[in-house]
């Protein structure tokens, strides 16, 4: 159960759009549709923002997407605003109940 | 609202042990498989330990398997977590969040609590 591995940071200006990445295996991200992302607020909980690959709860704004291609997924922010800076992190289910999580990105809005 | 409050976190030597709570409200608790996920200081997430929505399916992350035991009551809407043999390692924040699945179909953590701190030192 090794972490998904995401870049350490991104950072883009007001208006921008940036990608994060998130590559797994043929045994988490590649074998199931249902990747996840999380945006955390310093001394918060986490919060989903996405869910099987590319669905968006109710009120997350819909600058947030998401996309799988093989063992990589990817989230996207379009249009970036202050209030997104936070942590992201993917997270991948990988069968019999269990998950794995990636090893977090930082979005700073420049 | 649904609600997830995480309780029974502290200061603990390396070898001792701690039990944390977790108590829900707002849903039908007994539909939920219940996950356990930490976050050591300034790191990032990780997963650890699941039960499911009955109970009958429990398993959790190598980095804990052997020293924990997740469970459940239903008839209390709580979750727990039994932690032995602790080591400095373990010292995180512990968030419990709920799932429903496998038969809801919903692979990933609709709410979070907003955690317990664990700090496992002499």
């Known amino acids: 159960q090794s972490a998904l591995t995401q870049p350490r940071s991104v950072s883009g200006s007001p208006g921008q759009s940036v990608t994060i990445s998130c590559a797994g295996t043929?045994?988490?991200?590649?074998?199931?549709?249902?990747v996840s992302w999380y945006q955390q607020l310093p001394g918060s909980a986490p919060k989903v923002m996405i869910y099987?690959?590319?669905k968006r709860p109710s009120g997350v704004p819909d600058r947030f997407s998401g996309s799988k291609s093989g063992n990589t997924a990817s989230l996207t922010i379009s249009g970036l605003q202050a209030e997104d800076e936070a942590d992201y992190y993917c997270?991948?289910?990988?069968?019999?109940?269990?998950?794995?999580f990636g090893t977090g990105t930082t979005v700073t809005v420049l | 609202q649904v609600q997830l409050v995480e309780s029974g976190g502290g200061v603990v030597q390396p070898g001792r042990s701690l039990r944390l709570s977790c108590a829900a409200s707002?849903?039908?608790?007994?539909?939920?498989?219940l996950h356990w996920v930490r976050q050591a200081p300034g790191k990032g997430l990780e997963w650890v330990a699941v039960?499911?929505?009955?109970?009958?399916?429990?398993t959790s992350a190598d980095s804990v398997r052997g020293r924990i035991t997740i469970s459940r009551d239903n008839s209390k809407d709580t979750l727990y977590l039994q932690m032995n043999s602790l080591r400095p390692d373990d010292t995180a924040v512990y968030y419990c969040?709920?799932?429903?699945?496998?038969?809801?179909?919903?692979?990933?953590?609709?709410?979070w609590g907003q955690g317990t701190l664990v700090t496992v030192s002499s």
């Open positions: 043929s045994t988490d991200v590649g074998a199931y549709n249902y």
């Open positions: 997270c991948s289910f990988a069968g019999s109940y269990t998950f794995v």
């Open positions: 707002g849903f039908t608790f007994s539909s939920y498989a």
């Open positions: 969040a709920r799932a429903l699945m496998p038969t809801g179909g919903r692979y990933y953590f609709d709410y």
């Open positions: 099987d690959v590319s």
């Open positions: 039960t499911s929505y009955n109970g009958d399916y429990k």
